[in-house]
Nanobody
Framework: QVQLVESGGGSVQAGGSLRLSCVAF????????MAWFRQGPGNKREGVAA????????YYVDSVKGRFTISEDAAKNTVYLQMNSLKPEDTDMYYC?????????????????WGKGIQVTVSS
């Protein structure tokens, strides 16, 4: 089993920055791929970014390219999402997810392990 704990959300004005953190506990050998998803009320859960642990590959949805950066600290079993130039449309619940590989990383149904989510609110 893997437990994922997110932190770092909050409220910020448009143009501002936030950094989300996700710490993995338990059977971390199952966390070959860690990702961030987001979901608003009534919307599908959208893949935002993913990283193949070890830093070999990173993936982003088009809407955040150039603004968000996913990174990891392997020694701390932690993945970060640095979010810059935030827009009101980035407002959502953000979830950390993990699975063994990054194939089809943007499909939420492919992920077995999930955090509880953390709110990000961007005001105009």
């Amino acid at each position: 089993q893997v437990q994922l704990v997110e932190s770092g959300g909050g409220s910020v004005q448009a143009g501002g920055s936030l950094r989300l953190s996700c710490v993995a506990f338990g059977d971390v050998y199952n966390t070959g791929c860690m990702a961030w998803f987001r979901q608003g009320p009534g919307n599908k859960r959208e893949g935002v970014a993913a990283i193949r642990t070890g830093g070999f590959s990173k993936y982003y949805v088009d809407s955040v390219k150039g603004r968000f950066t996913i990174s990891e600290d392997a020694a701390k079993n932690t993945v970060y999402l640095q979010m810059n130039s935030l827009k009101p449309e980035d407002t959502d619940m953000y979830y950390c997810a993990a699975k063994s590989d990054c194939l089809m990383w943007s499909f939420s149904t492919r992920f077995r392990y999930w955090g509880k989510g953390i709110q990000v609110t961007v005001s105009s």
